[in-house]
């Protein structure tokens, strides 16, 4: 489980086509302290560590299954590419955003951006069948970034990303057209269930 808060922002060091695509990402974390098989959010896409290395500063390595490429905007993972970062929530840990596993539901594309003050409003359009699990106010994790809804109206929906966002994750390479991974709250997913749940069993 993971909370949303981008800890690091790692850059692709090299792509590997190996049956599933291998990714090695650079990181300021202490990868001394990062287990094989330890899972961290990329992007907000959960991947389980494969290797680790010291070497020019620090890198993981993770292993990426064409399914998970085909539904999630790694796709356009390439040398260079930033990537945030988070390691999975431990017991004891602050819960600063909200709970995400790191199971991506979609990308949402970026489809307006204005600056409102220092803060920048980013305007997405999320695919139909998840419009319906977000709301005004609710929680979504966007390229594993937690972050609150101003409003929405169909299919679209805007976010205010403030200038701290725009620092400490890679929110401040955005860009209009761009595609991003979409996981919505659980919590939502949940009374969601709960309503058609209720609507057959009331019928």
Same mark, same amino acid.
């Given at each position: ?18 049956? &599933? ?29 494969? #290797?680790?290395?010291?070497?020019? =500063? ?16 790694? *796709? ?10 988070? %390691? ?8 600063? =955003?909200?709970?995400? *596993?790191?199971?991506? &539901?979609?990308?949402? +594309? ?5 600056? +409102? ?10 695919? $139909? ?6 709301? !005004? ?13 101003? +409003?929405?109206?169909? #299919? ?6 403030? !200038? ?9 390479? @955005? @860009?209009?057209?761009? %595609?991003?991974?979409? +996981?919505?709250?659980?919590? #939502? ?9 209720? =609507? $057959? $069993?009331?019928?």
């Amino acid at each position: 489980m993971f909370t949303g808060i981008v800890t690091d922002i790692g850059r692709i060091r090299a792509i590997e086509q190996r049956g &599933d695509m291998r990714a090695v990402i650079a990181t300021g974390y202490d990868v001394s302290g990062i287990d094989i098989g330890a899972s961290i959010a990329c992007d907000g896409v959960c991947l389980t560590v494969v #290797a680790t290395g010291p070497e020019d =500063g620090g890198w993981f390595a993770v292993d990426v299954s064409a399914e998970t490429v085909s539904l999630t905007g790694l *796709s356009g993972w390439e040398p260079g590419t930033r990537v945030n970062l988070e %390691r999975a929530l431990r017991v004891g840990d602050e819960l600063g =955003g909200h709970i995400v *596993s790191g199971h991506v &539901d979609g990308t949402a +594309e970026i489809v307006a951006m204005r600056d +409102e003050g220092d803060s920048t409003r980013l305007t997405f359009r999320a695919p $139909a069948h998840l419009a319906g699990f977000i709301a !005004p106010k609710g929680s979504v994790a966007l390229d594993g970034t937690s972050l609150t809804v101003n +409003e929405v109206e169909g #299919a679209t929906f805007g976010i205010n990303i403030i !200038p701290h966002t725009k620092t400490v994750t890679t929110w401040g390479d @955005a @860009a209009v057209g761009d %595609r991003v991974n979409l +996981e919505v709250d659980t919590l #939502a997913r949940y009374v969601a269930r709960l309503r058609e749940w209720q =609507g $057959a $069993a009331g019928g």
